[in-house]
């Protein structure tokens, strides 16, 4: 199993949760997050004065799947959140040892 850790636009998260949904992947966990990377901030105006936040609003999405849907999930958020500009996001894939479902104690490993 992968877990699969998806910074995005907060304005994407309809398209990615519809075409995540639309190929059978429906667990998702989200997350509001701030970040910065290349985009590096944007220069705002308050009060007749220019400020700059560096830190801008995301929203992380959080999925566990199995090491043969990876390629397909990161495909899918690829193709849904993209906007073309700086921004858009960054994917991290990490291994998952295991999980437990809480209701039932069930391990998968």
Request: net charge positive; charged share 35%.
């Amino acid at each position: 199993m992968k877990m699969v850790f998806a910074v995005i636009r907060p304005e994407k998260l309809e398209d990615v949760k519809k075409a995540l949904e639309e190929k059978g992947f429906f667990a998702m966990t989200v997350m509001e997050v701030k970040g910065r990377g290349e985009q590096k901030g944007v220069k705002l105006q308050f009060r007749g004065r220019e400020m700059k936040v560096d830190l801008l609003p995301k929203l992380g999405i959080v999925l566990v799947v199995d090491d043969e849907a990876v390629d397909t999930v990161i495909d899918i958020i690829v193709k849904s959140a993209r906007t073309g500009r700086f921004g858009d996001g960054k994917i991290f894939v990490l291994p998952v040892e295991k999980s437990v479902r809480i209701r039932t104690g069930e391990v998968e490993i």
